[in-house]
């Protein structure tokens, strides 16, 4: 079945750091996603990305972050300037279509911690 | 701004038991109602979903019950196994006009199925 990779699978930091997680989509889907989970808390959506740019953003996703689609397969999320608030694991998501029934596709995070 | 309320925390029930999620939503503006699946160190999987215009999906020993009026929907795990060990949100997703989706998640249910 295919998969969203993600790496690194853990990234440490230092707080005033930029960070770059990688994502490989599945390779016919078409819109991407960032996704963060705070430690015991709910996933939180981040970014939808379509069509080489943002569709839609949250409140979190301030200057600090940026999204990339470099190359045609990989997707990034840039951190900028990592605060201790930004240690969370991020999951990248994808999906074929904007169907109701068409799941998103989630890769297996990767846990940032900010030191 | 909490749009979807998730009860209870975390859940133990002996194996061949009926697990019972249920979450609360705030507003009417979304397209669909999908559960999610997620293991230690992986990213939520799309257990189960349901529309706003149906209420009862089953799949399996998954279903949903969904109540329109109240705006609640639950999950019932029947026969539970201790496969079935995991954190599952329930999600409120909505389509961004040609653009993608977006999932809202409520905060998590840690369900122990205990054998």
């Known amino acids: 079945e295919p998969e969203v990779t993600q790496t690194p699978s853990h990234q440490v930091t230092q707080m005033g750091q930029e960070v770059i997680l990688r994502c490989v989509p599945i390779?016919?889907?078409?819109?991407f996603y960032w996704y963060r989970q705070i430690l015991g808390q709910k996933v939180e959506f981040l970014v939808s990305f379509y069509n080489n740019e943002i569709s839609e953003k949250s409140e979190i996703f301030d200057d600090q972050f940026s999204v990339e689609r470099p190359d045609g397969s990989n997707f990034t999320l840039k951190i900028r300037s990592t605060k201790l608030e930004d240690s969370a694991m991020y999951f990248c998501?994808?999906?074929?279509?904007?169907?109701?029934?068409?799941?998103?596709?989630f890769g297996s995070g990767t846990r940032l911690t900010v030191v | 701004q909490q749009q979807v309320k998730q009860s209870p925390q975390s859940l133990i029930v002996q194996k061949g038991g009926i697990s019972i999620i249920n979450c609360a939503y705030e507003n009417t503006a979304f397209d669909y109602f999908p559960w999610y699946q997620q293991f230690p160190g992986k990213g939520p999987a799309l257990l189960i979903a349901i529309r706003p215009d149906v209420s009862e999906k089953k799949e399996g020993r998954f279903t949903i019950s969904f109540n329109k009026s109240a705006k609640q929907f639950s999950l019932h795990i029947m026969d539970s196994q201790p496969g079935d060990s995991a954190t599952y949100f329930c999600a409120l997703k909505k389509i961004i006009k040609a653009a993608g989706n977006k999932l809202t998640f409520g905060g998590g249910t840690r369900v122990l199925v205990k054998p």
């Open positions: 390779s016919n889907h078409l819109y």
């Open positions: 998501a994808s999906s074929q279509g904007i169907s109701p029934s068409k799941g998103y596709t």
